[in-house]
């Protein structure tokens, strides 16, 4: 969504690897901080980095960028951001993890290395010019049915961790190919990129610089079909930035009131198919 003068909220995520020592010690003063400026959101804190996804006041974001860095010894990081009406967290929450990404595998640091960053546009011209490269998609199963990269393989995962597990039964002879992988905003990429290099014997990995949010905005969707799964209250967007919206279980449009109902439950039901399930039931009830 574009900023309006009716537009309140600024919504933010940003990811970093890095050598995280204090975790424990700055969780609570920066949950603290964090309401103290009105922002709600979660902010994963581990051993390999951060992750965050928040949301509050340009002034409020502004601020904690600055202080995250100046009071927490924070690394700086790139922040994708849109804006939005209404606030799309209901807490404001800093939890410690293993991993900030899930592996089942916490001596992988992607911090000492990982697969180098492949732009938009170089991605765009291998695809254009029918490079030999195989193309990953790191997501779970339910964002690549609402939209992926042409021939991207797809290893049917529920979570990153189970792609982690299925990725090491790949056959040998793709280890010596050259690979790329995406994801949505670049956090799994670059995590599968360590994973494929440190762990499987890949030789030749990229990852997608910013994911597929950044090659909408540098290359358009050339060479992708459908859109782009957000874990926020636009659900998907597409290339122009335009909001989806849209259930995922029987892929009915969702207006905002159908968003806040309490029979809105993402990946579980929306109130259309919440009601048909009802229908059903009653009716082989009768």
């Known amino acids: ?16 690897f890095f050598d995280l020592k204090n975790a424990l010690e700055i969780r609570f003063p920066l949950r603290d901080f964090c309401k103290s400026l009105g922002m709600k959101g979660t902010i994963l804190l581990a051993s390999e980095g951060l992750n965050s996804f ?6 409020a974001i502004e601020t904690y960028k600055k202080e995250a860095v100046s009071q927490f010894g924070l690394p700086s990081m790139t922040y994708k951001e849109h804006f939005s ?5 209901t807490r404001m929450l800093v939890k410690i993890k293993k991993e900030i990404i899930s592996t089942g595998m916490p001596d992988l640091r992607p911090a000492d290395y990982t697969a180098p960053a492949l732009s938009p546009n170089e991605f765009k011209k291998w695809l254009d010019e029918k490079k030999e490269v195989t193309v990953f998609d790191t997501r779970n199963h339910y964002e690549v049915k609402l939209g992926k990269f042409k021939g991207a393989i797809d290893l049917n995962v ?9 990725s090491a039964k790949l056959p040998d002879e793709l280890k010596s190919k050259p690979v790329v992988m995406y994801c949505t905003g670049g956090i799994r990429c670059e995590k599968a990129g360590a994973l494929f290099l ?13 994911g597929i949010l950044n090659y909408f905005k540098v290359a358009g969707d050339s060479h992708f079909e459908g859109e782009c799964m957000v874990f926020d209250h636009r659900v998907g ?9 849209k259930c995922f ?5 969702l207006s905002f009131e159908d968003i806040k109902s ?9 109130p259309h198919c919440k009601n048909q399930e009802l229908l059903q039931a009653n009716e082989a009830a009768s």
């Open 262 to 270: 309490a029979d809105f439950i993402a990946f579980k039901h929306c």
């Open 237 to 245: 967007i597409d290339a122009n930035d335009s909001e989806t919206n």
């Open 198 to 210: 440190q762990k499987y014997g890949f030789k030749e990995v990229y990852q997608l610089q910013g």
């Open 85 to 89: 009406h209404r606030q799309p967290f």
């Open 54 to 59: 928040l949301a509050g006041t340009e002034e």
């Open 249 to 253: 279980v029987c892929e009915s449009k």
């Open 158 to 166: 529920r979570s990153f961790r189970e792609f982690a597990a299925k």
């Open 1 to 16: 969504m574009t900023e309006t003068q009716e537009s309140r909220f600024k919504v933010v995520a940003a990811y970093k």
